[in-house]
C-alpha cells in the first residue's frame, strides 16, 4: 500500500517551519524520506527503523510513531534549497521493495 | 556514499525501436536493483525488482515482454524498453542497495525517455 502524505503542497518563506506527514494503513517496516529536485533523482534523507525512533540532521528531523504507522518530517528555519518535492517512502524487510507516498511538494520564497 | 550510475542520461527515439538503459553501481555490488518510472508530476513507481544471476520481479501491470531487464553482474543492470510508443515516454530511474545493512537505496541520476 502506497503511504499517504500530508499536505500535498508547502509554499514557505525563508526562515519559517514545515511539518509533512505520512500515515500508512498498517504497520511499516521502515520510513525512508527523500527529496526529489525537478529533473533530477530522489536524495536520500534519512530512513527510520524503530517504532519511537527519532532522526535528524541539522534542520530536518523525521519521527517514526510508536506503531510504526506514521512518520513526520520536520523542517525547520527553511532555506531556499529546501524546495522540492518531498517523499515518503514504505520500505520491505524481505524484498527491500521501496513504495513511494504521492510526494509533498514544498516551495520556499526569498 | 554510495554511487550509482544510468546511461544514457536522456534518449529520444522514434516509435517503434528499442532503448536499452544501463544503471551501474560504481563503488559497490549490487545483488538487487530496482526500476523505478516516474510521469511528470507523480511519483516514483516501482516497476520491478532486478536480481543478478535471475530473473527479474515485476510489479502487476508492468508487462515483463515490453520491459526486458537483464542483471547481468554485480555493478550492471539493463532495462530495455521495445518496441517504445509514446506513452512510454517518462522518466526511468534505478536504484540499488549499498549493503551497508541500513536498507538505504541510491538512486542513479535517471534516464529521461522521449518516444516520437
Known amino acids: 500500500q502506497q503511504p499517504v502524505q500530508s499536505p500535498q503542497a508547502v509554499i514557505l518563506r525563508e526562515g519559517e517551519d514545515a511539518v509533512i506527514n505520512c500515515s500508512s494503513s498498517?504497520?511499516?517496516?521502515?520510513v525512508h524520506w527523500y527529496r526529489q529536485k525537478h529533473g533530477e533523482a530522489p536524495v536520500f534523507l534519512m530512513i527510520?527503523?524503530?517504532?519511537?525512533e527519532q532522526k535528524g540532521h541539522e534542520k530536518i528531523s523525521a519521527s517514526f510513531n510508536e506503531k510504526k504507522q506514521q512518520s513526520s518530517l520536520y523542517l525547520t528555519a527553511s532555506q531556499l534549497s529546501y524546495s522540492g518535492t518531498y517523499f515518503c517512502?514504505?520500505?520491505?524487510?524481505?524484498?527491500?521493495?521501496?513504495?513511494f507516498g504521492q510526494g509533498t511538494t514544498l516551495q520556499v520564497k526569498p | 556514499g554510495a554511487v550509482v550510475s544510468q546511461h544514457p542520461s536522456w534518449v529520444i527515439c522514434k516509435s517503434g525501436t528499442s532503448v536499452k538503459i544501463e544503471c551501474r553501481s560504481l563503488?559497490?555490488?549490487?545483488?538487487?536493483m530496482f526500476w523505478y518510472r516516474q510521469f511528470p508530476k507523480q511519483s516514483l513507481m516501482l516497476m520491478a525488482t532486478?536480481?543478478?544471476?535471475?530473473?527479474?520481479?515485476?510489479e502487476q501491470g508492468v508487462e515483463k515482454d515490453k520491459f526486458l531487464i537483464n542483471h547481468a553482474s554485480l555493478t550492471l543492470s539493463t532495462l530495455t524498453v521495445t518496441s517504445a510508443h509514446p506513452e512510454d515516454s517518462s522518466f526511468y530511474i534505478c536504484?540499488?542497495?549499498?549493503?551497508?545493512?541500513?536498507?538505504?537505496?541510491?538512486f542513479g541520476p535517471g534516464t529521461r525517455l522521449t518516444v516520437l
Open positions: 536504484s540499488a542497495n549499498s549493503g551497508s545493512g541500513a536498507d538505504t537505496q541510491y
Open positions: 498498517k504497520a511499516l517496516y521502515s
Open positions: 527510520l527503523l524503530k517504532g519511537g
Open positions: 517512502v514504505a520500505g520491505s524487510s524481505n524484498t527491500g521493495k521501496l513504495i
Open positions: 563503488d559497490f555490488q549490487a545483488t538487487t
Open positions: 532486478s536480481n543478478e544471476g535471475s530473473k527479474a520481479t515485476y
